[in-house]
Antibody, heavy 118, light 110 residues
Framework: EVQLVESGGGLIQPGGSLRLSCAAS????????MSWIRQAPGRGLEWVSN???????YYTDSVKGRFTISRGNSENTLYLQMNSLRAEDTAVYYC????????????WGRGTLVTVSS | QSALTQPASVSGSPGQSITISCTGT?????????VSWYQQYPGQAPKLKIF???KRPSGVSNRFSGSKSGNTASLTISGLQAEDEADYFCCSYAGTRIWVFGGGTKVTVL
């Protein structure tokens, strides 16, 4: 059974850093396309970043240069390093598996809440 | 990377059919047949209901169907049931490995 479990969220001051983790089971992270998608309180979904099986990474414009997506192959875990956090980064962050090449996000975790506030 | 436009809410009575629209541009919805739809209950993770405009994943009821015309995609739920009351989001590939979501539509079963 495919499962994704996010962790690492919390309350952080503006300008701070946080690393989110997404532990996967039932499939191998390194051979799949993986994504981070966020949802601000009361708002819609926003795609944040992808990492593909060929190690290429992609980001939405608002997080370029601040966020880094990566994976730990031995741990079968996806990560999102978030630096220079802003109030507008406040959201529930979901990790999701994506079907190649331009496929849908077929499995999602339950999310972890990041709150950026002083 | 502008969000796709969805109506804020749609409602219907049990047994009726409803349609949710998702309007993008010629750079996303109009350019690619990679439109997907997700159902989300409060406090839960989204669940894939439709992909590639009109394909259903295994296990999804055939009461859910998708279509596209020009820059607008649509999700139709037929034979509306109480369990269909949820938020629905559309998503489209926008080229250069970028994805864009809609703002979401709250479906209410009257």
């Amino acid at each position: 059974e495919v499962q994704l479990v996010e962790s690492g969220g919390g309350l952080i001051q503006p300008g701070g850093s946080l690393r989110l983790s997404c532990a996967a089971s039932g499939f191998t992270v390194s051979t799949n396309y993986m994504s981070w998608i966020r949802q601000a309180p009361g708002r819609g979904l926003e795609w944040v970043s992808n990492i593909y099986s060929d190690d290429n990474t992609y980001y939405t414009d608002s997080v370029k240069g601040r966020f880094t997506i990566s994976r730990g192959n031995s741990e079968n875990t996806l990560y999102l390093q978030m630096n220079s956090l802003r109030a507008e980064d406040t959201a529930v962050y979901y990790c999701a598996r994506q079907r190649p090449v331009a496929g849908p996000f077929d499995y999602w975790g339950r999310g972890t809440l990041v709150t950026v506030s002083s | 990377q502008s969000a796709l436009t969805q109506p804020a809410s749609v409602s219907g009575s049990p047994g009726q059919s409803i349609t949710i629209s998702c309007t993008g541009t010629s750079s996303d919805v109009g350019a690619y047949n990679h439109v997907s739809w997700y159902q989300q209950y409060p406090g839960q993770a989204p669940k894939l209901k439709i992909f590639d405009v009109n394909k259903r994943p295994s296990g999804v009821s055939n009461r859910f169907s998708g279509s596209k015309s020009g820059n607008t995609a649509s999700l139709t739920i037929s034979g509306l049931q109480a369990e269909d009351e949820a938020d629905y989001f559309c998503c489209s590939y926008a080229g250069t490995r970028i994805w864009v979501f809609g703002g979401g539509t709250k479906v209410t079963v009257l």
